[in-house]
């Protein structure tokens, strides 16, 4: 059987309102994370993954209230990710309704905190969110970075999502730096090298700008497709997205 793909808006939070910026700098307004989530659900998104984008770097946790808010308003999965460190704060963010729980620096501190997450509440509930630049510095040519893509680390990419992996990730979201807010389209050789080392779903994220860029990122090896600026300064809807996937022959919801 054929899964379906998924097609999935990112919400960047900031204050308590969505941003987006070009590379991960220049954060700008782009509207009230609650009023966008309900628009992207009735334009048919699959589900919804809201980062907040500066909670690692204050060194706060996730907005619980607008999660809370968003699920009572919004019936489809709910990821949510920035400032997650340990497992009890999965099981607050779980009780305000996500349904899944993305982590990133605090699981590269500390790489037991993804078995913690998933002996404790089972490997759907947990995406590795990884924001990986091009690098001379590793074996793949890519490297894992922290702090919203403020911090290079010494991890080659395909590596700590191989590592990631054993320990308990049931997902990973594929973010490439340097292709985020472009519009350029995906890093479709990073999103063929994690296909190539992954045994769970991989989401593509960064860089889409025109239809055609979706079904490129599926063909690469992505099982769902996620963007943000496309969808935030109405360039394109979820509709359009889906009968762009749908034309060349992807399966769709």
């Known amino acids: 059987m054929t899964l379906a793909v998924r097609v999935i808006p990112c919400l960047d939070v900031a204050a308590g309102r969505v941003v987006k910026g070009v590379n991960f ?21 699959d589900e919804i993954t809201f980062l907040d984008v500066t909670a690692t770097v204050d060194e706060r946790a996730t907005t619980y209230d607008i999660v809370r808010q968003t699920a009572e308003q919004v019936f489809i999965p709910l990821t949510v990710g920035g400032g997650v460190r340990t497992s009890e704060d999965v099981a607050r963010l779980l009780a305000s309704g996500a349904d899944k729980v993305g982590v990133n620096s605090a699981a590269i501190a500390r790489p037991e905190l993804i078995a913690e997450i998933a002996d404790r509440f089972g490997a759907q509930v947990l995406v590795l969110s990884l924001d990986i630049k091009r690098s001379r ?31 308990g990730a049931g997902e990973l979201l594929v973010n490439s730096i340097e292709a985020d807010g472009t519009k350029d ?17 991989v989401i593509a994220s960064g860089g889409a700008g025109k239809v055609s860029d979706f079904p490129e990122a599926i063909a690469a090896g992505a099982d769902a497709v996620l963007a943000a600026s496309v969808f935030h300064n109405r360039e394109l809807t979820i509709s359009d997205v889906k009968s762009a996937l749908s034309e060349s022959g992807v399966v769709v919801r």
């Open 185 to 201: 389209g995906y890093d479709l050789e990073l999103i063929r090298l994690m296909r190539e080392i992954s045994s769970v779903p």
């Open 25 to 45: 700098e220049n954060l700008r307004d782009a509207g009230d994370p609650v009023e966008l989530a309900r628009l992207y659900a009735a334009q048919g998104a």
């Open 137 to 167: 510095n590793t074996e793949s040519g890519f490297v894992v970075t922290t702090h919203g893509g403020r911090r290079e680390t010494e991890l080659d990419a395909l590596a700590w999502a191989q590592a990631a992996i054993t320990l």
